[in-house]
């Protein structure tokens, strides 16, 4: 069933790194086509003007047919005719005004038409190259970053909000099938790998078993469970946070290892139930998850002289305490007081 990937790849992570070009796709700088052209256009003239240099001061070992000595239009001619790899001997311009539109108006023309002829092949070579360099050194480097599994609406959001939080866009790896999705995440900066997560090798081309968390946001819930088995057996301290549609299915993820669920259909169905009671509830929660500005909840840990006070005290408006793992509220009478290696779950301003 899952015995090939994309493009009939059997495991994709013994396959070199030029077979991967496509599959796992690294972000790179867009530049417009006519600056390109034009860098290509400028590089062909500094070589032309190179050659011509060369060939004017060494001007002494070239034998003119005319029997004159050599000047700097005709090193300038000669150097065209042998770049251009065109030829000479048949037809010789003798005359300095015919080597002079030889040099200005033919040259040019014939620069156009290989650009033109070999130019498009030559570029493709060259990035297909230069993404295999990168993905070699990126599978070299890459670690504790974030995997997410699906780039639908759940997976952008995700994104959205870790981009919010100040994670950069390379310590994320998008996993997809959808190519139009892939496309959408490189042209943000993401790293893209291309095939179903469900398999083990493409998580491990994702780098799973290097990652810090992974966030499951896959459209169904029999896929999130198949994917926190196969990424929890890859690593087992990586945090898998998942989403489900139907929350009877929680348990399921749970025991498969993940360690955070959402359940996106009730969580939308409980917001909607609420705004048209109190919707400025709902208003005020969406402040909270959205990072850009307004408020946001946020972790830090404890500091020195907050030990043994009340996070109810805190100049921070405290929701909770995490300690040894556990979430507990800041109500409950077993944080009264702090101790050395809490975290505070707290709403802090977010600057415009």
């Known amino acids: ?11 994709l992570t013994e396959s070199p790194d030029y077979a991967l070009v496509g599959i796992l796709r690294i972000p790179e700088l867009r530049i417009s086509p006519w600056v390109s052209l034009a ?24 034998h003119d047919a005319r029997g004159e000595e050599m000047t700097l239009l005709d090193a300038a001619y000669y150097s065209t005719v042998s770049l251009s790899t065109t030829g000479y001997g048949d037809i010789t311009p003798l005359t300095e005004q015919a080597r002079l539109i030889n ?36 599978r070299q480097k890459v670690r504790n970053h974030t995997v997410v599994v699906g780039y639908g609406t759940k997976g952008r959001t995700a994104i959205d909000a870790m981009l919010g939080d100040g994670v950069q866009p390379s ?22 790998v291309h095939g179903p997560a469900t398999r083990s090798d493409v998580l491990r081309l994702a780098g799973v078993q290097h990652a810090a968390s992974l966030v ?8 999130a469970v198949l994917v ?3 990424a929890r057996e890859l690593n087992a301290k990586v945090k898998i946070v998942a989403a489900i549609r139907e929350a009877e299915n929680t348990h399921l993820l749970r025991q498969s290892g993940a360690d955070s669920v959402v359940i996106s259909s009730e969580t939308a169905g409980r917001l909607l ?39 109810r005290h805190l100049r921070d408006i405290v929701l909770g305490v995490v300690r040894e ?10 944080v009264d007081a702090l101790e050395p290696g809490d975290k505070l779950l707290f709403i802090r301003r977010v600057q415009k």
């Open 216 to 223: 499951v946001a896959a459209n169904r819930d029999d896929t």
């Open 39 to 62: 860098r290509r256009v400028m590089f062909a003239i500094l070589l032309l003007v190179l050659a011509t240099l060369v060939v004017y001061f060494g001007r002494d070992g070239y």
């Open 171 to 192: 310590e994320i790896v998008v996993v997809d099938t959808d190519a139009t999705a892939l496309e959408i995440a490189a042209n943000a900066g993401l790293v893209t």
């Open 103 to 138: 040099t200005i108006v033919i040259t040019p023309l014939r620069v156009l038409f290989l650009i033109v002829l070999v130019g498009t092949t030559l570029q493709v070579l060259t990035e297909r190259s230069r993404q295999a360099f990168k993905i070699q050194r990126w």
């Open 325 to 334: 793992g556990i979430l507990i509220r800041v109500d409950e009478p077993q």
């Open 228 to 230: 926190t088995l196969s």
């Open 1 to 11: 069933m899952f015995g090939k990937g994309p493009r009939g790849l059997g495991r």
């Open 273 to 311: 139930g609420i705004a048209t009671i109190t919707p400025r509830v709902v208003d005020m929660i969406e402040d909270l998850l959205t990072p850009e500005a307004g408020f946001a909840i946020a972790e830090r840990d404890v500091e020195s002289d907050e030990v043994g006070g009340s996070p």
